[in-house]
């Protein structure tokens, strides 16, 4: 039964890589033909002979996979079905509902999800909600409540986010949690809560949950880990920082925090032993129910109240859903098998949320009981407890490395070394203190588990501080991948077990993998998706250029921790040769300060020496930071870099968007000489050219064209301002011709770019135009053979996007 499981989850994982719906009415109906055909070959199956038997287990194998695919397909179809109307996207809609969840505090404002009771046609059923105080106030933000009722004045539009080659998808996390639209609060002070209390169990847990995150801030005012206890407590993750997630995340511990099978059956141990001490003391009780059966029964309510109160994520729907299969087996008085009640955890997981297989937990999560359970099964002989969580933890760390390397482009080689503390402090220590201080937060137990925790992190950050403690490289290959999941698969059998030093090599290929990287004498060029900002990374054979890092997004995160570090990371980058900044404006900077934190940088170039340069001049300690100016120029792996504008000894232009940097990237050729120069001869004007020129308006093109209109010309260039109609006048357009012109816009971003006439303009002078908000991120091949153009949505399109 278990294969068949895992068909139908891979039925599941392949509907989720479709570009498109398959076009085949009725999937319910599908799956109840599937169902019915896999039931009769099972029925069929133990009576027929080897060569049957086994065609008969392909052919239900099958039935599952098709089942699964089928299943996945008509869920998605009914979801999908629920969307916002075209027609409303940016309009003021009145709508009336209820708040649910743990509302989230953002930078002046909450962020929440909204069940819509009443609105016009057209508005979805479930959709999350921003609220921000107005501009230059000095009121406290807005609060909400899980369960309170409000009428609200609403802007929507439709799920959109970045599409940037090893990024976040966004668009994905909110279909899997049935956000069918975001918007934001307007009109504020036509805001009206209308109830306190909907009513409902789930708006009743989730106030719950609130209540006790709330009470753990008070109890712990100002104490440095209280997001940690509160994680432990309610599941909710977003109340840890970023320091502690880049602890755990260099340490490999970020497991610890995360409700899981060890939380949940912590809780349910307890509470199970503790009503089996009381039980059997009253006899009366004795009598009606045997004392097993009772403290299984009680041991079930209470991981099943843990898990609601930890909002039920992927791990605690795992852990929970074994939990209650080995319960209801022993309550029975049957037994049942690890590996089975992990293959039913599984499939119910899969039954309940189609889209799990797409988040990271979904397979860290169900990956690492895998582990335990192949690791455990079949031994002769139990080990000592001691050595059984060193050869788990072990196997866990080894068999986790190609997971890790797809979901994070890394793993940390302390791991186990911060986890044998963290393990047990966190299992015997701070969880029970903080169960057992969730009804009484003002009880000192909280403090005590802070103090330990704080211990703990001290622990962590020593390990983290190392330079060898994380393992990176870029993201491997989907086949090297499969093969090291084997691999190491092969490497945890018993010793006898053949094929291991072959394994071992194809380990070491795995992590000795390296992604391609240009030939000499060419380049790429990837314009990223950052929303309303610029971003844009250029890689030669053995050199990497960030031109502009894109915008802040509030005042805790940007475009450079949320787009370009996972591009780079994701492309196998560890070093940039150069930042160049090309001028001081928010949308061109705002990224610049994550960058410079997270990855060495050899030098800083900059449009500006203004207050935002020299923000990320402070930031680089010692980087050298060069102004830009036309008389820089450097030469790397065959490809030519000159700094056109602005002009070294010219007048300062009044608008500081004309002061912006403009570079020329052309390939040189690896000749030398002779050979180099019938190379360069031989190249049309333009060929093999990529102009970027940042946010210069009509002032900075005239400047241009004065200085060198013929040099101007170019294969492709990164379109002036995000295509506002002060720029890209029709005679820099002419100068330039580009075969491709790729404009960096925010979806539905309040300027309207790109202009309508600068679009039409490129167009009508031959270029095939490109957008980073429809599009997603830009790549731009400059080789032999000339320029080839791709985008990320076009390359990687999925069923979900738009929509």
Not at 348 to 373: E, M
Not at 394 to 423: D, E, K, M, R, Y
Not at 466 to 477: E, I, M, N, T
Not at 523 to 531: E, H, N, Y
Request: with cysteine; aromatic share 8%.
């Amino acid at each position: 039964m278990a294969y068949l499981i895992f068909a139908f989850g891979l039925g599941v994982w392949a509907l989720q890589q479709q570009a498109e719906l398959p076009p085949v009415l009725g999937h319910g109906g599908a799956v109840c033909l599937v169902a019915g055909v896999l039931t009769g070959m099972a029925a069929r199956y133990r009576r027929r002979r080897p060569p049957v038997r086994m065609a008969l287990a392909m052919g239900m194998l099958c039935c599952a996979f098709l089942a699964g695919f089928a299943y996945a397909a008509w869920r998605a179809e009914i979801r999908l079905a629920d969307r916002l109307d075209g027609t409303l996207e940016g309009r003021d809609v009145r709508i009336v509902g209820v708040v649910e969840d743990l509302p989230q505090a953002v930078t002046d404002g909450v962020r929440f999800a909204f069940r819509v009771e009443q609105a016009e046609a057209g508005v979805p059923q479930r959709i999350q909600l921003s609220w921000y105080r107005p501009r230059r106030s000095e009121d406290p933000p807005p609060q909400v409540s899980p369960g309170e009722r409000w009428r609200f004045t609403v802007r929507l539009k439709r799920p959109h986010g970045a599409a940037v080659p090893g990024g976040f998808d966004y668009e994905v996390w909110l279909l899997e949690r049935n956000l069918r639209a975001t918007g934001q609060v307007r009109a504020l002070d036509e805001a009206e809560r209308v109830d306190v209390d909907a009513g409902g169990l789930m708006e009743a847990v989730h106030r719950q949950r609130d209540r006790i995150r709330k009470a753990f801030a008070a109890a712990l005012p100002d104490a440095p880990h209280v997001g940690v206890l509160i994680a432990l407590a309610v599941g909710d993750q977003r109340s840890i920082d970023a320091a502690h997630w880049d602890t755990f995340r260099r340490t490999g511990v970020s497991h610890l925090v995360a409700i899981s099978g060890l939380h949940v059956s912590l809780l349910a141990l307890m509470v199970g032993g503790l009503c089996a001490v009381i039980w059997r003391r009253i006899s009366w009780l004795v009598l009606r129910l045997p004392v097993r059966k009772a403290s299984i029964l009680s041991a079930a309510i209470a991981a099943t109240v843990y898990a609601l109160l930890a909002g039920m994520g992927v791990p605690v729907q795992r852990a929970l859903i074994m939990l209650l299969v080995a319960a209801v087996a022993l309550f029975l008085g049957r037994q049942t098998g690890g590996f089975r009640s992990w293959a039913l955890a599984l499939l119910v997981v899969l039954l309940v949320d189609p889209w799990a297989v797409l988040s990271a937990g979904f397979w860290l999560s169900f990956g690492a009981v895998g582990v335990i359970l192949y690791v455990m099964a079949g031994r002769v002989r139990a080990e000592a407890g001691w050595k059984s969580a060193i050869r788990i933890q072990l196997a866990i760390t080894l068999a986790t490395i190609p997971i890790l390397l797809v979901l994070f482009q890394s793993f940390s080689l302390v791991g186990p070394l911060a986890n044998a503390v963290g393990i047990p402090l966190v299992s015997f220590l701070i969880a029970p203190l903080v169960l057992l201080g969730m009804p009484w937060p003002e009880s000192g137990l909280l403090w005590i588990a802070h103090g330990l925790t704080a211990l703990m992190m001290n622990w962590f950050e020593i390990l983290a501080a190392s330079s060898l403690a994380l393992w990176q490289q870029a993201r491997p290959p989907l086949g090297l991948t499969l093969a090291g999941c084997i691999a190491v698969g092969v490497l945890l059998l018993p010793r006898p077990a053949p094929g291991k030093l072959a394994a071992l090599v194809v380990v070491l290929a795995l992590l000795g993998w390296k992604a391609p990287r240009p030939p000499v004498g060419s380049f790429v060029a990837t314009v990223l998706d950052v929303g309303q900002g610029l971003a844009v990374h250029v890689q030669t054979a053995g050199h990497d250029l960030l031109y502009d890092a894109g915008p802040p997004f509030g005042a805790s995160s940007d475009a450079g921790e949320r787009s370009v570090l996972p591009y780079l990371s994701a492309i196998g980058v560890r070093w940039l040769d150069r930042l160049l900044l090309s001028h001081d404006d928010a949308d061109h900077i705002g990224g610049a300060a994550s960058v410079l934190r997270s990855i060495p940088v050899g030098e800083v170039l900059a449009g500006e020496m203004t207050a935002g340069m020299r923000v990320a001049e402070g930031l680089a300690a010692e980087l050298p930071v060069r102004l830009c100016t036309d008389e820089v120029h450097w030469e790397w792996d065959g490809v030519r870099f000159e700094i056109l504008s602005p002009n070294a000894g010219g007048v300062v232009a009044r608008r500081n968007n004309d002061q912006s940097c403009v570079l020329r990237v052309s390939r040189t050729g690896p000749l030398q000489g002779a050979d180099h120069e019938t190379h360069l001869a031989a190249l049309l004007p333009g060929e093999g050219v990529l102009l970027l020129v940042g946010d210069i308006e009509s002032a900075g093109e005239r400047a241009l064209l004065a200085r060198d209109a013929p040099g101007l010309a170019s294969s492709a260039i990164v379109v002036a301002h995000h295509g506002s109609r002060s720029s890209s006048t029709a005679s820099f357009v002419d100068a330039v011709l580009p075969e491709a012109a790729v404009f960096s816009v925010g979806h539905l971003n309040p300027f309207g770019h790109p202009h309508p006439q600068v679009w039409a303009r490129w167009a009508e002078a031959g270029a095939r135009n490109w957008r980073t908000d429809s599009q997603g991120s830009v790549l731009l091949r400059f080789a032999e053979e000339g320029l080839h153009v791709d985008a990320e949505r076009v390359r990687r399109p999925r069923y979900w996007h738009g929509k």
